[in-house]
């Protein structure tokens, strides 16, 4: 088809033309392709089966509060054996206090106190392996100490994955949902995460997990060297973890609203923008071929709607902007809708284009600033 037949104009803007449709087609196909099995994925809900007793690992520095509020939620999870390890990690506050009364209450609470060193620091890697030499089981599930499950089911669930001998089983950790503009972006972009490398663990290419809501075996863990290749980062102790040790055949995913968790969102917008920054320190880390695929999704994403931006301002060309950016976000709308009720995600679908927008605008300042800021020493 000559689309000079249509829309009139100099021979730049029949390049343009061309370049919008290849980008739009080539992003939408590959968008569809790598988020559709989770988008239409059917929940399958555990059936009562001989699972294996579970290790439940909290690395804790000064979380009193939150553990008050949380951590009975974890040790009265309905499951036949488990135990729940809080690492007590050079807290200042109130944590043992509140750490010693729920070992009264809970004879599966094992308490591991880290004691401040002058000479020498860690963060939150040191006192994961810590927790994870102590453990008494083989399957571990990881979680934070301000995450609360969203159901007394929530350790059946994850440990549904364990079957088959599966090694890796990757949960979606959610933020609670609170009013306010910074708590639905908080929780679209979360969305976005959980929709990527769910979406890849389901193709059989996992690439990364959160530590909100992460199982692995410890046999895993030592034989793979633990986090001897990125210990010296902050962060990774999560997805970096996952990226180095998941294959095809030892990933599974636990998807429904009772394998959930939940965690208490930044209130602040710096606050985010921090955390943020944190997480992308460990981007340049990753494996060659999940850097390479990352980095394709995104130029993709950025060529189809720059553009499709660019061919609103010329008239010869207003056509095809308006008609390749109705199908990025019909394509969108329709992915993002069906993973909203998935993932149990209510009331930000209404803001998906303005914050599609945003983020779009925003990763490239964070990734650029969080280069020359410096990161906490210890962290979520």
């Known amino acids: 088809m000559n689309l000079s037949e249509y829309l009139p104009g100099t021979e730049l803007s029949l390049v343009l033309i061309y370049i919008t449709v290849f980008f ?199 034989k793979s060297r633990n986090f001897s290749k990125h210990y010296h980062l902050v962060s990774g102790d999560d997805d970096l973890f996952i990226n180095q040790v998941a294959n095809r055949e030892n990933t599974a995913i636990v998807i429904n609203k009772n394998s959930f968790t939940y965690s208490i969102p930044k209130k602040k917008f710096r606050q985010w923008w921090r955390q943020k920054q944190r997480h992308l320190t460990t981007a340049p880390y990753y494996s060659t071929s999940s850097t390479i695929s990352l980095g394709f999704s995104h130029l993709l994403n950025y060529c189809s709607f720059i553009t499709s931006i660019v061919c609103l301002f010329f008239q010869s060309t207003l056509v095809i902007g308006l008609i390749t950016l109705s199908l990025r976000w019909i394509i969108q709308l329709i992915i993002y809708g069906k993973t909203s009720r998935l993932l149990e995600e209510k009331g930000i679908i209404g803001y998906w284009i303005l914050f599609d927008i945003l983020l779009l605008i925003l990763y490239p300042i964070i990734s650029f600033t969080q280069k020359i800021s410096r990161p906490d020493k210890w962290m979520n």
């Not at 008494?136 to 499950?149: F, G, R, S």
């Open 24 to 222: 739009t087609a080539f992003y939408t196909v590959r968008f569809i392709f790598q988020t559709y099995r989770l988008a239409f994925y059917k929940n399958n809900l555990s059936q009562p089966l001989a699972y294996p007793p579970v290790s439940v690992l909290v690395c804790a520095r000064n979380e009193a509060d939150n553990l008050t509020h949380f951590l009975p939620e974890i040790l009265a999870q309905d499951y036949h054996e488990f135990e729940v390890i809080v690492i007590n990690d050079c807290s200042n506050d109130h944590t043992d206090d509140v750490l010693r009364e729920f070992a009264k209450l809970f004879p599966n609470l094992k308490i591991i106190t880290i004691k401040e060193d002058d000479y020498y620091k860690h963060g939150k890697k040191f006192a994961l392996m810590v927790g994870i030499k102590g453990a008494k089981y083989e399957h571990l599930l990881l979680t934070d100490a301000d995450c609360v499950p969203g159901s007394r089911a929530w350790l059946n669930e994850m440990a549904s994955g364990f079957v088959q001998n599966n090694e890796i089983v990757l949960g979606y950790g959610a933020y609670k949902a609170t009013d306010g503009f910074l708590n639905k972006l908080i929780r679209f972009d979360t969305m976005l995460i959980g929709l990527s490398y769910l979406s890849a663990a389901l193709r059989k290419k996992p690439y990364m997990g959160v530590g909100r809501n992460l199982g692995y075996k410890k046999d895993l863990f030592f």
